[in-house]
């Protein structure tokens, strides 16, 4: 037989193999070898759906100087680089995670991410600016129809099972409720809390149905010593606002009760709920401890602290604004978000936390890792 011959022959006798299990031209949950990642959330994880949504220039970061650091140009992003989500997909030796919303992208065997910058876990939280937590679970309901068509029930019962959720939201929810007076009057913290924690909840509850099992969520934390809710403080001091970070802390508490909860009542649930809240105190009070130089000013912005949503000049009123000259030294880039490096620092513990982080919760790379191999896999019907 000749050589061509023989090759070819090996070819076709390879591709039947394969078409066994998924189809020679088709995917193979079989071949895949990194857990796919779905993104929720607001502007600490939007990569640039706000980029396609019609909204006011105050919910996105379109324009310089955002993203200038590690892309050389602006993506949407709320910092001078990659996000959380970014560096979380790269430890898992994933590319970059797209948005939702990117034009001609529908390829979502990696995930996807469906995050908003300025969403919340209540549908009116910025309603009608931004996608709320349910719109971003409707996005994920129309790609998960979709991977079982294009894979089958099968094969796509087993990426969605395998995939890592990564959910950060409620920020927006608590800025809102404290600008407010009318919500805050009419709602205890206690109240408000357990409307957000509920929602979130929900929207678990939702995923899991769909197959998901493995889940990140992200608590929140200092969000009262951002520079722009320290530029509101009675006479621009240098003071934290505490009732922010006493909500704050309440959301931390009752999120990691609420999900202890779930992990009770549904099979096979594993989640990771860092608590960074006294970690990110300690850089924002003591950065030289964690190789900065500024914890409470913004590298981008104007007055106080550059507390000013200013940064780029393009969200009216304040057109002139302030850049540092090395975005290293700062762990927040403008008003209310951190630079890629901080992200980095978070990214890092999250992935692999030493105990000093916090005594109970399982890390991103175990997440990651843990196979689902002993799970009850068989496919169930869509509830």
Known sequence: M?????????????????????????????????????????????VGNNNYINTYNYFKANFFPYGETFFSHPTGRFSDGRLISDIIAEYADLPMIPPYLQPGFDNYTNGVNFASAGAGALAETNQ????????QLGYFKNVEKQLRHRLGEAEAHTLLSQAVYLIAIGTNDYLAFITNSSLSESRSHEEYVGMVTGNITNVIKEIYKKG???????????LGCTPGLRTGRPGNTSTCNEEVNAISKLHNRVLAKVLEE????LQDFLYSNPNFYSYANDVVNNPSKHGFKEGKMACCGSGPYRGYS???????????????????????FDSGHPTERYNQKLSKLWWSHTPDVT??????????EVSNKNWDTSYVPVI
């Open 2 to 46: 000749a050589t061509s011959s023989r090759f070819q022959v090996y070819v076709l006798a390879f591709c039947a193999t394969l078409l066994i299990q998924s189809g020679c031209y088709g995917y193979s949950v079989h071949q895949r070898k990194h857990a796919a990642l779905f993104i929720f959330g607001g502007s600490t994880f939007d």
């Open 359 to 368: 005594a109970r919760y399982i890390n991103l790379k175990e997440l990651f």
């Open 212 to 222: 998901g099992r493995k889940f990140g969520i992200k608590g929140i934390e200092n």
């Open 128 to 135: 009608g600016f931004v996608l709320d937590l349910k719109t």
């Open 310 to 332: 200013s940064c780029g000049g393009k969200r009216g009123g304040i057109t002139e604004y302030q850049l540092c000259d090395n975005v290293t030294d700062y762990v927040y």
């Open 262 to 265: 779930l992990k009770g009542q």
